[in-house]
DNA sequence: CGCCGAGTTGACCATGTTCAAGGTGGGTGG
DNA sequence: CCACCCACCTTGAACATGGTCAACTCGGCG
């Protein structure tokens, strides 16, 4: 489902919408750098543009009152962010490691008339991969135990950053914690149990090797 | 934000993006009625429509292999749901209680290209709606503590259920639990531990009345 | 070498789940 | 009209899980 909302090619569904990539939009400028952990933009900034991951990754969160940060999604290349429905950014988004983004900015108001309907289905393309993203999201925070959560989240990984059986996870402990709503003590407590059960291997924190595929879906069930 | 977004008049923000309200879609039939319950449609099922609910509540829900529910939205008067990006339901939806729908079909493939842009600005609109809610229910299900999620939720359901201070619940304590991803009891003594607190009261488990709303937003940051 | 951030591990404690039992209220049938 | 039922809600006690606090390891880097 995922990958027919990103596909290149124009497909079509029950429902009848196309849903493309890439047409009928520019870019603002060049493609930009970020280094580790910089800032792209902070929750309250004027949504002047919206972004394209090229390479790397980003991380867009939120920072409560009680001090907690909470992440809403992680943005790997391909992946748009920072597009907003109010007139500011509602959550902030930082480099999780050095990574290139593309700058878009939508036809203005006076121009509204003008935007033809590859850019309406482009749009919209862009909004239902967030939405699929969103679902996935909440059936991993829904989870009851931390083992579905962990489980859940490095099969999600797996689908990104599979590089011969070893899952590269770009971002750390504590980014992975507040994604799923855990403490970073929980999430490594949690990898040390799924190696002990034989379902993953590592030798370094962020190079997991999956050894038994079928038990990781069963507990996330 | 959400208001913005359900706005019946046309807005505009920084990305020059209208939202409207219904136009450019035509209902496939009359209002039909289900009664408490009573399901709307199942997950598998082919996605041959989109609804519209104009009165009472819907639940859209997962169940998965463990026999654990997930609910993953109540939708409300004026929420569209059922709206897929592939050709099949990926969630079932039941009546909360009794209440009213209407039935939309978008038009056929071979009609697409006289889609008209308020119809694209119109799906998207429900696109951003959904997303919206769904950053919603990810603020709550991330939260660390009953207490909070309770008291998150109490506040959105006020948003739309608020009748001279008295918040008039429409679901059981379950579909609560299965929405917070808590169980039933854990639901049951948080209301109470939140009557305790003085910060709600009710006589019967449905009509809650908000004592200290600020005492409420405190708690979920 | 020493520092520092990231990750791990342990012990203790708070919170939520589980299992079990009891209330409560609305609806039905005698 | 009352008695009964059943679904829904509440409450209690024991237990499991994850959070908290603290110490320790590891690896990179000046």
Redesign the pocket.
């Known amino acids: 489902m995922h990958s027919l909302v990103a596909s290149a090619s124009p497909v079509t569904n029950m429902h009848g919408l196309y849903l493309v990539a890439d047409r009928g939009l520019s870019a603002t400028g060049p493609v930009q750098h970020f280094a580790q952990n910089e800032s792209i933009f902070s929750e309250g900034e004027a949504a002047e543009v919206f972004l394209k991951v090229t390479s790397g990754m980003v991380r867009s969160y939120r920072l409560l009152d009680n001090g907690r940060r909470q992440l809403d999604a992680f943005h790997a290349k391909g992946d748009v962010f920072g597009l907003e429905f109010g007139t500011e950014y509602n959550l902030s988004a930082e480099a999780v490691c050095d990574c290139t983004v593309v700058a878009y900015r939508l036809p203005k108001l006076e121009a509204q008339a003008t935007i033809h309907d590859f850019l309406w289905q482009q749009l919209l393309s862009y909004m239902a991969s967030a939405l699929v993203q969103a679902k996935e999201h909440k059936k991993l925070l829904a989870s009851?135990?931390?083992?579905e959560k962990i489980a859940g989240f490095l099969i999600e990984q797996s689908r990104l950053h599979q590089n011969g059986g070893v899952v590269q996870l770009l971002m750390?402990?504590?980014d992975i914690a507040d994604y799923l709503?855990?403490?970073?003590?929980?999430?490594?407590?949690?990898?040390?149990a799924l190696k002990l059960l034989q379902l993953i291997e590592?030798s370094?924190?962020?190079d997991i090797e999956i050894i038994n595929a079928d038990g990781l879906h069963q507990l996330c069930r």
Chains 1, 2 share one sequence.
């Open positions: 009851r135990s931390a083992i750390s402990r504590t709503g855990l403490t970073v003590e929980t999430v490594s407590r949690t990898f040390a590592f370094t924190a962020r």
